[in-house]
Structure formats: C-alpha cells, structure tokens
C-alpha cells in the first residue's frame, strides 16, 4: 500500500473527517509502536511500508518498556487526542498496516510484544 492508501484507509474506517489528522494519528501511532519494539521487528513492519511511514519506527536495539495504558497515552500526546480516541485510532491504524504485511512478519511483531497490547490488536467496529 501507498501512504496515500493507507492514510485514506484510517480516515475512511475511522471516520475521521480530515487526511491530515489521518496522517498524524497513523504517524503516532508507528512512532510509539517503533518505540516499544527493537529493531528487528520494527524493520519487519518498516519494509512493508512506504518510505515517508517507515521512517516514523525506530532502529534502536532495545525497546522502551511500557504498557499498553501508557502506549495509548503517548499516541495521544503525539496525535493531539485523548487516550480513549488514542485507543480506538490505533487500532484502526494496526489493523490497517496489518493487512500490507506478510502473516509471518504480522506474527513475529505480535511475539515481541507483551500480552497487554492484545488490546491494540482488536478489530475495530468499522471492520467487525
């Protein structure tokens, strides 16, 4: 998928009324998630993606340890929304980037994670 696909992909599922919001909500939602995965995983998630996205994950080798609660308070902070919005937008954008990725890479992101972020992984209403 194109940046251009995939934002429009988190506006239209999300109901958001504004690409611009569309394209900062999925930006922090790959910066906070970059930030909790190490390297290896997040590269397996930035191939997959368009240049101007993959460049919101991060190279570092260790992953910054937090929760989900906090994952979603950061997204928040960064998307100028709050945490339940954080919540729900996220999701849309995991759900989103999830579908341009092969199954193993999906599989192995999810591994690196801790059990919490299951949360992060529900499929929002709009795709139910």
């Not at 009324?17 to 998630?33: F, G, I, Q, W």
């Not at 992953?63 to 902070?77: L, N, P, S, T």
């Not at 919540?87 to 092969?102: A, N, P, Y």
Request: glycine letters at 6%; charged letters at 30%.
């Amino acid at each position: 998928m194109q940046h251009g696909e995939i934002v429009a992909a988190v506006q239209e599922r999300a109901g958001v009324p504004d690409p611009v919001e569309a394209d900062r909500v999925t930006r922090a939602t790959l910066d906070v998630l970059g930030r909790r995965l190490t390297a290896c995983p997040n590269r397996r998630v930035a191939f997959q993606l368009p240049s101007v996205l993959a460049s919101e994950l991060h190279e570092d080798d260790e992953a910054a340890d937090f929760g989900i609660a906090e994952f979603y308070e950061r997204v928040a902070g960064r998307s100028g929304t709050t945490t339940e919005q954080a919540r729900q937008l996220s999701r849309v954008v995991v759900d989103v980037v999830r579908e341009s990725m092969r199954p193993d890479d999906v599989t192995a992101v999810l591994e690196a994670l801790p059990a919490d972020f299951g949360d992060l992984l529900v499929v929002p209403e709009t795709r139910r």
